[in-house]
């Protein structure tokens, strides 16, 4: 950090924290904990109250219900230029009339600091402005703009960094390019990053902690590894990744619970299962899923989770292939494939038989329904496969 | 057929131009002859007596610094009292907002025959004696629209985030308001002054009912029409276009300057 003094850096607690707009409820009783110096990522589709939550937290907006703390102190009370928080904004809003070195030095000087020219200069450096420092933000690339707001922000040392979908705007390269600078920058100055998102993968590869939101609801939190192998909620389990849902019945619970579904019987860790009643939905990642010829089947491992099926779609992707096999209950299956297989691929039309050990699936309650979270999965494929 | 196509557009602009100079440039020319008559409307030689003795008709410069004045002082009132007028219509919701919104457009949409002498009825009835503040009164009335419209539109075209950012990075509501919003509005404010300014100056109608004895430029060079106009008023005319020409330039240049500095660095 410019100054290079050692700092204590604080977490972030919202607590309760609950906004109503009218008749809406933007943030509904949501409770978070960021720990100090950790990269959190709020993951949601749109208008699910990702930025009323990021504008409470620096001020802008007031809670209805709730508090906020940082550290031991509870800012929920103060106004927004009392809060050692500061936010990168979706849009930048860099002041147009000043210069990159002002729109930087602006919180300093604001605070009433004599020299601020050491700092601007050093900040700049971080973000490789130098250069730039006397041009309007006009004048900038959107790449640069970003980088100008992250250090007009960051400049300020503050105990927690609000970015709002920050790299929204950039092209695909330029966002990859970002988010390792991002990482870079917040592993060198330990602040508490809030980062919020509705690119997944930009969640996973950068946050130490996820929470997936929904409707003003945290629908699940932590590290992504863990959020992505066990999602608790069918809208997590479609919203983050793509899952194979098959709708079951218990038939024994116990360390294993064993489901019959559509005729085929399925295991499932205990431990892995969140359904509280007799009706339970069994899922699976698609690249957990070994597609075997059916006259292969003796080659799967005892014990596996097994469906019979017909390949309906076979697409080659280079690192993987993506199957999509048809059960005869018409529910079509995805999986992806490794190419490091050898022998050889599946073929359309080809009987196959599906297996994946019982530690890959999950149990999930019903009552969501077996699409919750699907449309804006499949909105964000759209936009991938587009970038 | 390409050659037309390719010059066409040349040609207009030029046709354009003519058009809105040549008055100018006829006002300028005739600034420097000496007339033969009263009637300053035939060359007749080249002379600088305008020019040298430019107050020498009794009555010209008076009448000059009198619209400047009146100018000057409606329009920094005018737009002190429309700039914060319009931050109110903007920023704050009250009762009778939107009828101060239309009612803020009557000055501009009312003919100036209709209000100059309805404006003189009013000052009679109150007995309010015709003079130079009265003449200011209603020169401010009519800028205050134009300010008014002028700020508006800067201030609803401005990013919220703006203002929101500078609140995020410290700065008091104060600060905020010194360090980003007026800033941001002050081009507004000052293309409203400036148009203003120009509104005043050259107003007859309403000034002429509202006037009482004193003497504005425009209400001079209206009297001076019957008798003859005197070059000394193309002289003033012509500084009066010089003025306004130094300014677009010297706007147009520190832009030029801001652009070229940059494209070094
Ligand atoms: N000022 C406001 N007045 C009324 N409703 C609002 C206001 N701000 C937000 N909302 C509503 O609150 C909900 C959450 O909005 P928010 O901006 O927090 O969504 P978001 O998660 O940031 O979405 P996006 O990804 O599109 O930015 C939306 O339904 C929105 O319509
Ligand atoms: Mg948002």
């Known amino acids: ?387 | 057929m390409r050659w037309i196509r390719q010059h066409l557009i040349g040609a207009i602009a030029i046709v354009v131009l003519l058009y809105l100079f040549l008055p100018i440039a006829v006002v300028i020319a005739f600034s420097f002859n000496n007339p033969e008559s009263k009637f300053n409307l035939s060359w007749n030689e080249f002379s600088l007596d305008a020019w040298t003795q430019i107050c020498g008709v009794p009555g010209v410069c008076s009448a000059f610094v009198t619209s400047v004045e009146i100018g000057l002082i409606s329009t920094l009132f005018a737009t002190i009292l429309g700039t914060m007028i319009a931050f109110a219509l903007v920023r704050y919701r009250f009762k009778g907002r939107s009828s101060t919104n239309l009612l803020i457009f009557m000055p501009m949409a009312t003919p100036e025959i209709v209000m100059g002498s309805s404006l003189l009825a009013l000052f009679l009835n109150l007995s309010f004696p015709l003079g130079p503040v009265t003449v200011m009164i209603a020169h401010i009335m009519f800028i205050i629209s134009f300010v008014v419209v002028a700020v508006k539109a800067r201030l609803q075209g401005m990013d919220p985030r703006l203002e929101e950012a500078a609140r995020d990075l410290y700065a008091s509501p104060s600060a905020t308001f010194r360090y980003v919003t007026f800033p941001l509005v002050l081009p507004g404010i000052l293309g409203a002054a400036l148009l203003g300014f120009s509104l005043s100056f050259d107003d007859f109608i309403i000034s002429f009912f509202n006037a009482g004895t004193l003497v504005t430029f425009p209400i001079y060079i209206w009297g001076a029409a019957q008798r003859g106009i005197p070059p000394q008023v193309n002289a003033l005319a012509s500084l009066v276009f010089i003025a306004a020409l130094v300014i677009v330039l010297s706007a147009q240049f520190v832009a030029w300057r801001k652009r070229k500095s940059l494209s070094v660095r």
């Open chain 1, 1 to 387: 950090m410019p100054g290079g003094v050692a700092r204590k850096v604080e977490d972030l607690r919202l607590v309760n924290l609950t906004k109503q707009f009218g008749g809406t409820k933007a943030v509904d009783d949501l409770s978070i904990t960021s720990p100090a110096g950790s990269f959190f990522a709020l993951l949601g589709a749109s208008g699910c109250g990702k930025t009323t939550t990021l504008r409470m937290v620096a001020g802008l907006e007031d809670p209805t219900h709730g508090q906020i703390f940082i550290g031991d102190q509870d800012v929920t009370e103060l106004r927004a230029f009392q809060r050692p928080v500061n936010t990168v904004f979706q849009s930048y809003a860099l002041f147009p009339h000043l210069d990159i070195f002002e729109n930087v030095a602006f919180g300093l000087r604001r605070r009433g600091v004599k020299d601020v020219d050491d700092q601007v200069i050093a900040i700049l450096e971080l973000v490789e402005l130098s250069a730039l420092a006397r041009r309007k933000p006009s004048q900038l690339s959107g790449g640069q703009q970003q980088r100008v707001a992250v250090a007009r922000a960051l400049i300020n040392q503050p105990d927690v960094l609000l970015l709002d979908e920050p790299l929204g705007a950039l092209d695909l390269k330029l966002r990859r390019q970002m988010q390792i600078e991002l990482k870079r920058i917040q592993s060198e100055v330990g602040t508490t990053f809030v980062h919020v998102t509705h690119d997944q993968e930009e969640a996973m590869t950068m946050a130490d902690t996820v929470a997936v939101m929904n409707a003003g609801r945290i629908e699940q939190m932590g590290h992504p590894a863990e959020v992505y192998e066990l999602p608790r909620t069918i809208f997590v389990a479609n919203f983050l990744g793509q899952s194979n849902l098959i709708q079951g019945m218990k038939v024994s619970t116990g360390d294993v619970v064993e489901v019959s579904a559509n005729g085929l019987g399925f295991r499932i860790p205990s431990k892995r299962n969140v359904a509280p009643g007799q009706s339970i939905v069994i899922g699976v990642r698609p690249e957990k899923i070994m597609v075997l010829d059916a006259h292969d089947e003796s080659k799967l491992p005892a014990g596996h989770n097994r469906i019979y099926g017909t390949v309906t779609d076979v697409s080659y992707t280079g690192v993987s292939t993506q199957y999509l096999v048809e059960t005869p209950w018409g529910q079509s299956i995805i999986a992806f494939e490794q190419n490091s297989i050898v022998g050889d691929r599946c073929e359309l039309g080809d009987p196959v038989v599906l297996g994946w050990a019982p530690e890959h699936t999950f149990g999930l309650d019903p009552a969501e329904g077996l699409n919750a979270g699907l449309d804006h999965a499949v909105l964000e494929l759209e936009s991938d496969t587009e970038a």
